[in-house]
């Protein structure tokens, strides 16, 4: 490493501040996803640092503007960090070799193609990456939430099957990645097809989410937690056939709002008493 007039930087001390600016992009780059989601009403308060980068776990409101600014929002950090990188790059071009050494010029422009290299790969239209995340928003205007998920889900499952057969020329780093995008891909297809099934299937009619008006799937997709019996929380009135448990609470699918599952009845009867139905 070439070392300046003025300053040298030792070469551990080099690999140490690469990798905490390294995480610094990735983590401002997540923290881009969580403020997205949180602006559009949804959830969004866990980011997790890891080998492979970083993951920012949001939920946004299940809707196509939503998922798309919040897929977006990540990279779009990475765009605003181009001209900021890349102005500090210049500013140190301009000063003298006896001002600034040549070390921490090469330090700023690793950042510089960090930061878009970063960028360049996170818009790689497979699932679960960004881009993907992207094109499943985009798609979900064209082609709706289910059938979207399915097509960026088989693309990454695509990309990483072949990103695996080839990680023995590419490497164990790709290796690791391609594992971990056919993974997530696949289960995204799963989850695809499941949504698929509640949302083309029968509703109740007589029942509502009271936040976004979503009729709630007939069919056994909820499980009791006493004693296993699958059913229709709807059709049971909230008690589980089998142990005669309660359950006076449901999420909603759709928008993932919490409420007593008297006032999804309530919302679709007109009822302004909430809390004056009981499960018998």
């Not at 970063?118 to 881009?131: C, R």
């Not at 289910?146 to 990103?163: H, K, N, Q, R």
Request: charged letters at 10%.
């Amino acid at each position: 490493m070439a070392a300046g007039s003025c300053l040298y930087i030792n070469r551990g001390v080099w690999y140490a501040l690469q990798y905490i600016a390294l995480f610094g992009i990735v983590l401002v780059h997540e923290f881009g996803h969580a403020l997205a989601c949180r602006q559009v009403g949804g959830w969004a308060d866990t980011i997790v640092l890891w080998p492979l980068g970083g993951i920012a776990f949001v939920k946004p409101p299940p809707r196509a503007g939503t998922l798309l600014w919040t897929a977006a929002a990540g990279p779009l950090v990475n765009v605003v960090l181009v001209p900021v990188l890349g102005a500090l790059l210049l500013l140190a071009n301009q000063f003298d070799s006896s001002v600034l050494s040549s070390d921490w010029y090469l330090f700023l422009r690793a950042n510089f193609l960090i930061n878009l290299l970063l960028l360049v790969f996170n818009l790689i239209p497979v699932y679960p990456l960004d881009g993907g995340q992207i094109l499943h928003g985009v798609l979900w205007f064209l082609i709706g939430r289910a059938d979207s998920l399915l097509v960026v889900s088989i693309l990454g499952m695509i990309v990483g099957g072949l990103g695996m057969l080839l990680s023995f020329r590419l490497g164990v780093f790709w290796l690791i990645l391609s594992a971990f995008v056919l993974f997530t891909a696949t289960a995204g297809f799963r989850y695809g097809l499941v949504l698929s099934r509640l949302l083309r299937g029968p509703h109740h009619k007589d029942a509502a989410c009271p936040s976004c008006g979503f009729n709630p799937p007939m069919g056994n997709y909820w499980t009791c937690d006493e004693c296993g019996t699958r059913f229709d929380t709807f059709s049971c009135r909230a008690q589980c056939p089998g142990c005669g448990k309660l359950f006076r609470i449901t999420m909603c699918p759709e928008c993932f709002q919490r409420h007593p599952v008297g006032e999804w009845f309530a919302a679709v009867e007109g009822t302004q008493d909430s809390h004056s139905y009981a499960p018998p």
